[in-house]
């Protein structure tokens, strides 16, 4: 195989290396004898960008192809391949840290070895069949555009389990007090913040909302997760917190980062509202579901990944006294905690009785479905949002006005989007709410804490929190606490 020069040798290999600085053995190109069974190596390479180097034995040299997205799984995918500089023989057992600054800075580890057998070596188009032990299989390789080439799949599926889902809906807890049997339970804080699940495998991240809706642009700092995640496929669940100037997590924080459309307003407000994935559940690892696992051995393989960074993090969660830890959340100011049975599968879409959230506040999702016109400062916006719960049979009904929590910000883009929504029709059924209302679709979704429901179901002094994206509106309903189960 030609080296980038045309030397067929490693001139161009040595020409970008400090080899006083960077322990990658220098090489020299071998004897071109036909091996009988010639090597390969994928290394997994922490570079600037996450990656996968394949390098063939061929001509004295290994010929090199770094796969951003490693290889693929299907023939109905082709992945990016770009052909790099021949490498020495010696590549085919080096890893190590490659300095920061030198060319290719960064970990390399061997992720895989093994035989292949070539059909077809051309400069062009290369077709082997490997024989490892995590990637085996016949692939063709083949130029597209100067150094771009594509790796396709030639032959089926890999047997690696069943597929990466791509279509869960989280698990929800259930409103409710403390568990009186406490050692089968866990106790995790409750963190007020975005719920998303994040999909994973080699070089991309989804991020997902509770209503299918996917976010991942939004959030720019959490797409070096994969970085860690490494050569994995896998499923998380977790919330996406930003944290006050006292380090407790604030839904109100995160809000001008839910809606933002341009990319550089994304830039500026991912530097300065900094957001945390914290992670607390695996829903699927490398071709196995974990959603039948008791919880207990879902923290088990999540903690085996050891992911921690700089905008991800995996909090521990606490066996037993769970009214410590509530009392302890009650005492910093946080919202309260959750309690998730020890031994409790994953049901997806659920709102389970295994699962329950005990809080130190109460706080309620509602449905906005109008708006009053303010008086004074306020005149030619809204005073206060109109807003409802829906019942078991699915209508709309009227829950109070929210005339508190709002700064300027919110306020013109809550008005923005009511205009949008605005109708003639009143989505409440059964009790109306004052004459001069302006009703709109009932689409936005959010957050208030109030003090108590009335008797006649509405919120005693409701203060508006954030609007909810990752829920559908059809899914609001009212919470009150229910009895935890009995063991």
Same mark, same amino acid.
């Given at each position: 195989?030609?080296?980038?020069?045309?030397?067929?040798?490693?001139?161009?290999?040595?020409?970008?290396?400090?080899?006083?600085?960077?322990?990658?053995?220098?090489?020299?190109?071998?004897?071109?004898?036909?091996?009988?069974?010639?090597?390969?190596?994928?290394?997994?390479?922490?570079?600037?960008?996450?990656?996968?180097?394949?390098?063939?034995?061929?001509?004295?040299?290994?010929?090199?192809?770094?796969?951003?997205?490693?290889?693929?799984?299907?023939?109905?995918?082709?992945? &990016?391949?770009?052909?790099?500089?021949?490498?020495?023989?010696?590549? $085919?057992?080096? /890893? !190590? *840290? +490659?300095? #920061?600054?030198?060319?290719?800075?960064?970990?390399?580890?061997?992720?895989?070895?093994?035989?292949?057998?070539?059909?077809?070596?051309?400069?062009?188009?290369?077709?082997?069949?490997?024989?490892?032990?995590?990637?085996?299989?016949?692939?063709?390789?083949?130029?597209?555009?100067?150094?771009?080439?594509?790796?396709?799949?030639?032959?089926?599926?890999?047997?690696?389990?069943?597929?990466?889902?791509?279509?869960?809906?989280?698990?929800?807890?259930?409103?409710?007090?403390?568990?009186?049997?406490?050692?089968?339970?866990?106790?995790?804080?409750?963190?007020?913040?975005?719920?998303?699940?994040?999909?994973?495998?080699?070089?991309?991240?989804?991020?997902?909302?509770?209503?299918?809706?996917?976010?991942?642009?939004?959030?720019?700092? &959490?797409?070096?997760?994969?970085?860690?995640?490494?050569?994995?496929? $896998?499923?998380? /669940? !977790? *919330? +996406?917190? #930003?944290?006050?100037?006292?380090?407790?997590?604030?839904?109100?924080?995160?809000?001008?980062?839910?809606?933002?459309?341009?990319?550089?307003?994304?830039?500026?407000?991912?530097?300065?509202?900094?957001?945390?994935?914290?992670?607390?559940?695996?829903?699927?690892?490398?071709?196995?579901?974990?959603?039948?696992?008791?919880?207990?051995?879902?923290?088990?393989?999540?903690?085996?990944?050891?992911?921690?960074?700089?905008?991800?993090?995996?909090?521990?969660?606490?066996?037993?006294?769970?009214?410590?830890?509530?009392?302890?959340?009650?005492?910093?100011?946080?919202?309260?905690?959750?309690?998730?049975?020890?031994?409790?599968?994953?049901?997806?879409?659920?709102?389970?009785?295994?699962?329950?959230?005990?809080?130190?506040?109460?706080?309620?999702?509602?449905?906005?479905?109008?708006?009053?016109?303010?008086?004074?400062?306020?005149? !030619?916006?809204?005073? #206060?949002?109109?807003?409802?719960?829906?019942?078991?049979?699915?209508?709309?009904?009227?829950?109070?006005?929210?005339?508190?929590?709002?700064?300027?910000?919110?306020?013109?883009?809550?008005?923005?989007?009511?205009?949008?929504?605005?109708?003639?029709?009143?989505?409440?059924?059964?009790?109306?709410?004052?004459?001069?209302?302006?009703?709109?679709?009932?689409?936005?979704?959010?957050?208030?804490?109030?003090?108590?429901?009335?008797?006649?179901?509405?919120?005693?002094?409701?203060?508006?929190?954030?609007?909810?994206?990752?829920?559908?509106?059809?899914?609001?309903?009212?919470?009150?606490?229910?009895?935890?189960?009995?063991?």
């Amino acid at each position: 195989m030609s080296d980038d020069d045309g030397s067929g040798g490693l001139a161009e290999y040595q020409r970008k290396r400090s080899f006083d600085k960077t322990p990658e053995p220098r090489g020299r190109r071998r004897s071109s004898k036909e091996q009988a069974e010639p090597r390969f190596v994928v290394q997994e390479h922490h570079a600037r960008r996450l990656h996968w180097d394949l390098r063939l034995e061929r001509d004295g040299v290994l010929a090199s192809w770094a796969l951003p997205r490693g290889f693929p799984r299907t023939p109905e995918e082709n992945h &990016l391949a770009v052909h790099t500089e021949d490498h020495p023989l010696e590549y $085919l057992t080096f /890893d !190590g *840290e +490659i300095p #920061a600054g030198e060319y290719g800075g960064g970990s390399m580890t061997i992720w895989d070895h093994g035989t292949y057998e070539a059909e077809k070596f051309q400069d062009d188009k290369v077709v082997v069949r490997l024989h490892g032990e995590q990637v085996s299989g016949r692939f063709a390789l083949f130029r597209t555009k100067g150094q771009d080439w594509m790796i396709h799949r030639m032959d089926g599926p890999a047997d690696d389990g069943e597929p990466l889902p791509d279509d869960l809906v989280p698990m929800a807890a259930t409103l409710s007090t403390l568990p009186p049997d406490q050692d089968a339970w866990a106790f995790e804080i409750k963190w007020d913040g975005v719920r998303a699940l994040a999909y994973g495998e080699p070089g991309r991240l989804r991020l997902v909302g509770r209503n299918l809706r996917e976010f991942t642009r939004q959030y720019p700092e &959490l797409r070096p997760l994969m970085n860690a995640v490494g050569a994995h496929r $896998l499923v998380l /669940d !977790g *919330e +996406i917190v #930003a944290f006050d100037d006292d380090g407790r997590p604030s839904f109100q924080r995160i809000q001008p980062r839910i809606h933002l459309a341009s990319e550089a307003d994304i830039r500026r407000q991912s530097q300065l509202t900094p957001v945390v994935y914290v992670i607390f559940d695996l829903l699927y690892l490398d071709g196995r579901s974990l959603l039948k696992e008791p919880y207990e051995e879902r923290r088990r393989e999540l903690a085996k990944l050891e992911l921690a960074g700089p905008h991800w993090q995996v909090p521990d969660y606490q066996r037993g006294d769970g009214d410590v830890l509530l009392d302890a959340t009650r005492a910093q100011g946080l919202e309260g905690i959750v309690a998730k049975r020890l031994a409790s599968p994953y049901q997806p879409g659920r709102r389970s009785r295994d699962w329950l959230k005990v809080k130190n506040v109460r706080r309620q999702e509602v449905v906005v479905g109008g708006w009053v016109a303010g008086q004074g400062r306020l005149s !030619g916006g809204f005073g #206060a949002l109109l807003v409802g719960v829906y019942d078991d049979g699915g209508s709309l009904r009227f829950a109070g006005k929210v005339g508190t929590g709002f700064d300027r910000r919110t306020r013109d883009d809550l008005q923005r989007r009511l205009d949008e929504l605005r109708t003639d029709e009143s989505p409440f059924t059964g009790r109306q709410p004052q004459k001069e209302a302006v009703f709109v679709r009932p689409e936005l979704v959010a957050e208030v804490e109030f003090a108590e429901w009335t008797s006649g179901g509405t919120l005693r002094h409701p203060s508006y929190e954030g609007l909810r994206e990752d829920k559908p509106a059809r899914d609001v309903v009212r919470e009150e606490p229910v009895p935890p189960p009995e063991s």
